[in-house]
């Protein structure tokens, strides 16, 4: 199953009564919307207990087209790569 934006904000709804669902909505949007900014301004974000987001340049390689098998330039690109925390990975690897 994958986690959606619609799930998350139900789950945030579920956890926190004091919010209403519109409420659930606005801070999950800015939440995401606050990670996308950092982001694209190439800063890394990182969250304590659960990981961090690194924002690297990757320089332009030669690759290959795999059905022509012509070669091309592929051009300079930006990556968002992921580490989780180590709390994280004992977490997700003994499955608690």
Not at 3 to 21: C, D, E, F, M
Request: no cysteine; net charge positive.
């Amino acid at each position: 199953m994958t986690l959606t934006k619609a799930n998350l904000i139900q789950a945030v709804y579920k956890k926190h009564p004091g919010l209403t669902k519109t409420q659930a909505a606005e801070s999950v949007e800015t939440f995401i919307q606050l990670v996308k900014e950092s982001l694209i301004k190439g800063e890394d974000l990182l969250l304590s207990g659960f990981g961090k987001f690194n924002v690297k340049d990757k320089k332009p390689r030669r690759g290959r087209n795999p059905q022509t098998g012509d070669e091309l330039i592929l051009d300079a690109r930006r990556v968002v790569t992921f580490k989780p925390s180590g709390i994280l990975r004992s977490k997700i690897n003994n499955g608690k």
